[in-house]
């Protein structure tokens, strides 16, 4: 008995020393899928010479420029200014397997006074993940809070296989919101925070 002890500490050791830290290291999402709203002939909303089109590509890709100083994998559903379906966006993130779906977006209402910024989710993995870059979001942006909200009306919530999340950055039908939404240094901290969310979700 006193013979196998040794055996017995050393895989003990082995254990907590090697086996368990590697798991618990080994991120949930092994893919971060950046989708940025609309593209191409395809403007999104349009409020005072600013296309949403412009705004998502843009927040998509400091994001990434974020996530892969940390050395995560990122993959775009677009990084030019081009028409893409919602179906082939899909099919680009269905590709890889645990991977996170992030939709970046801005909004728009006929009503001009409305602003905010609010994320969708249409899963509980999903729900998890809008809940930390929202509340990210509200902890740097003085700005309405729209809150997090379920919906099974987004195709790319619907279409990917992923935990996905669609986020919307702020109004730029309201003249406040679009001024700052058309300015660097807030798609900057948008950037920051929804990668912050990102990251806090792996
Ligand atoms: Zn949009």
């Given at each position: 008995m006193a013979r196998r002890l040794p055996w017995l500490l050393f895989l003990l050791l082995f254990t907590f020393v090697v086996a368990i830290p590697a798991d618990a290291l080994a991120a949930r999402y092994s893919t971060i899928v950046l989708d940025a709203g609309h593209g191409g002939r395809d403007n999104g909303a349009k409020w005072g010479g600013v296309p949403e089109?412009?705004?998502?590509?843009?927040v998509a890709r400091r994001v990434r420029k974020i996530?892969?100083?940390?050395?995560?994998?990122v993959i775009m559903?677009?990084?030019?200014?081009?028409?893409?379906?919602?179906?082939?966006?899909?099919?680009?993130a269905n590709k890889y397997r645990?991977?996170?779906i992030v939709s970046i977006h801005f909004n728009a209402h006929r009503n001009t006074k409305i602003t905010g910024i609010e994320?969708?989710?249409?899963?509980?993995?999903?729900?998890?993940?809008?809940?930390?870059?929202?509340t990210r979001l509200m902890?740097?942006?003085?700005?309405?809070?729209?809150?997090?909200?379920?919906?099974?009306r987004l195709g790319i919530l619907n279409k990917t296989r992923g935990a996905a999340v669609l986020v919307e950055c702020g109004f730029i039908s309201n003249a406040h919101e679009r001024k700052r939404c058309n300015a660097s240094w807030y798609r900057?901290?948008?950037?920051?925070?929804?990668?912050?969310?990102?990251?806090?979700?792996r």
């Open positions: 089109k412009r705004l998502t590509l843009d996530l892969q100083k940390k050395g995560v994998r559903t677009r990084n030019s200014d081009k028409q893409i379906s919602i179906s082939s966006r899909a099919a680009i645990n991977a996170m994320t969708f989710y249409a899963s509980s993995r999903g729900r998890t993940i809008a809940s930390r870059i929202q902890r740097k942006i003085r700005s309405k809070n729209r809150g997090i909200k379920f919906t099974k900057q901290i948008v950037a920051q925070q929804i990668a912050n969310g990102i990251l806090a979700s």
